[in-house]
């Protein structure tokens, strides 16, 4: 669609970037921080960010909103019942929290704030991957971050 993007994943960015932090209520928020602050330099050069991480407290997300911008922000809220995390859960994360293995694990033994109103909610119980992505890209173009369906991008407009 012509334009650049990346994912950065929770689980990458905590083995490298915020390797020295762990899981209590303030290394939460500074990960998070440290997350939002990486996510302008992305985005301060052009490239949409696609930011997956559990980011389980409001004020901590509202924070990262102000960092980037509202202009520039998207919040998804992958909604999806616990019984349903633990039936997809290939690394046992949610048997060993529920068995007071991991301390701190969101949802379980550590609180969730859901968003008051994020920008689309996917509700992956319910809803098709493809469904999903297909509501996300047309929140984008209505946005105006991706061009509209049917449009060029600026680049392949100058080449032209």
Do not use: W
Not at 117 to 138: F, G, M, Q, W, Y
Request: aromatic share 6%; charged share 30%; glycine share 8%.
């Amino acid at each position: 669609m012509g334009r650049s993007t990346y994912v950065l994943d929770g689980d990458n960015v905590r083995h490298g970037l915020c390797a020295d932090l762990g899981f209590s209520p303030c290394d939460r928020s500074e990960n998070i921080r440290r997350i939002g602050e990486m996510a302008r330099l992305f985005v301060d050069s052009g490239i949409i960010l696609l930011a997956a991480f559990i980011s389980p407290d409001r004020a901590d997300r509202r924070k990262i909103r102000e960092i980037i911008g509202e202009k520039n922000f998207i919040e998804v809220f992958v909604d999806c019942p616990i019984r349903v995390c633990r039936l997809r859960d290939p690394k046992g994360i949610y048997r060993k929290a529920l068995s007071g293995e991991i301390k701190n694990f969101t949802g379980i033994s550590a609180k969730y704030d859901p968003p008051e109103r994020p920008d689309i909610t996917i509700r992956s119980d319910k809803e098709t991957v493809d469904s999903a992505v297909s509501r996300l890209i047309a929140h984008m173009r209505k946005r105006r971050f991706i061009p509209g369906s049917g449009a060029r991008s600026q680049g392949a407009r100058q080449r032209a």
